[in-house]
């Protein structure tokens, strides 16, 4: 369907949700034929746009919609609209993960497409600079966030109107092969913690912590977030985790749960909490939590005065969140019920709720693995 005076033609395109809308096509000053959508179902509502545009010479002049400009703002927390659009809907964003967003964005989606129009921009081409990333032996987690980036990026050009699909729509992410967590021995948590010592720990602090970490599977940021109001009668109640970026939030999966731990490291957690303000951190001298830095710091220190250095580590895939690795197959290897495994963990399972009358602080843990001071 081309009208008489070749400026321009039209066509119609079917979207992914059925409905149909008139595009035309056109040229540039290079020759380089240009498509837009005239946002119109029928042929006699599309044409009237087009010889509007024409006769108001803006069949190419229209308002561009540069990449670069659109995610000015995107994932700046408090100025992203996305986010800002969630948050309004009461659901959750945090701040360390719209960070993370915003460093791929600027670092390695920005640069790429620049000022280009978002209406110009197609799946193939997307697919093609997908694949130049692997090409350049960047990691599949990192390619993976790069995909999810642009789709939430174009997912809200369409909210917004600005075009009529997400290009990104039917590009697949690619497969996560990770290597399994590494545990540690029970010889090397009995080394750790059979008693303080201060060749291995260079603090109380941070041999508590590490203690707790093996004997709760606590993550870090949930760790880092334990107040003292939280720890009465020989159970943590876990309701917090923090970072940096967020502070004091909520744990991974927004639930509570408790956990009872040893006689002997309530006592020493009470000890360091004595005469302190209840609200205050139990494993930071300050008002806020010490740095997770600070705390890889320290247990690197540690593994490698019993003999575990960085070399082993590589080797066998050993990190600080091997703990919780630890303390979960500790559990399952007792014959204790999987979904209660996931209830002292947090971790979420589709059938943990028909558990959820389950008293965890009257849980006997099975026996620990080493031997830890009185």
């Known amino acids: 369907m081309r009208p008489r005076n070749g400026d321009y ?17 056109t040229y540039d000053s290079d020759g380089k034929r240009k498509f837009r959508s005239t946002g119109k179902s029928t042929y006699e509502e599309a044409i009237k746009v087009c010889r509007n545009l024409l006769k108001n ?45 915003r460093r791929i964005l600027v670092g390695m989606i920005q ?66 092969l990770s290597r399994e967590k590494g545990i540690f021995t029970n010889v090397e948590l009995e080394m750790l913690f059979k008693k303080f010592d201060a060749s291995i720990w260079k603090s109380e602090a941070h041999f508590a912590l590490n203690m707790t970490a093996a004997v709760t599977g606590m993550r870090l940021g949930e760790l880092l977030g334990l107040r003292i109001c939280m720890v009465y009668e020989n159970v943590i109640t876990v309701a917090n985790a923090w970072n940096p970026l967020d502070g004091l939030k909520s744990t991974k999966n927004g639930k509570v749960r408790e956990i009872p731990i040893p006689e002997v490291l309530g006592k020493l957690i009470d000890r360091l909490s004595f005469g302190r303000d209840p609200q205050s951190y139990v494993f ?31 080797r066998r895939n050993i990190t600080f969140h091997s703990y919780r690795h630890t303390f979960n197959t500790r ?26 009358h389950i008293q965890l602080s009257r849980i006997s843990l099975p026996e620990l693995p080493f031997a830890i001071p009185s």
């Not at 009529?164 to 690619?174: A, G, L, T, Y």
């Not at 830095?293 to 593994?303: D, G």
């Not at 290897?333 to 002292?344: A, F, H, K, W, Y």
């Open 9 to 25: 033609g039209l066509f119609p395109r079917k979207l992914e949700n059925g409905k149909e809308i008139y595009y035309y096509w």
């Open 57 to 101: 010479g803006q069949l190419l002049t229209e308002k561009r919609y540069a990449f670069s400009t659109f995610t000015e703002h995107f994932f700046i927390y408090d100025e992203c609209p996305y986010i800002q659009n969630r948050l309004m809907k009461g659901k959750t964003y945090s701040r360390s993960w719209a960070a993370q967003e």
């Open 111 to 176: 640069p790429h497409f620049n000022d280009r129009d978002l209406r110009e921009i197609t799946e193939h081409e997307i697919d093609d600079w997908i694949m130049s990333l692997r090409a350049e032996r960047k990691g599949s987690k990192t390619i993976n966030h790069v995909i999810t980036i642009l789709k939430i990026v174009f997912g809200f050009a369409v909210k917004e109107r600005l075009i009529e699909e997400n290009p990104c729509e039917h590009i697949e992410p690619f497969a996560l």
């Open 284 to 314: 930071s001298p300050g008002s806020t939590p010490i740095d997770h830095k600070t705390v890889y710091k320290h247990f690197s220190a540690a593994l490698n005065s019993i003999g575990i250095p960085p070399t082993e580590r590589l």
């Open 331 to 356: 559990l399952i290897e007792s014959g204790m019920n999987p979904e209660t495994v996931r209830l002292l963990t947090g971790h979420t399972a589709g059938m943990t709720a028909r558990y959820s």
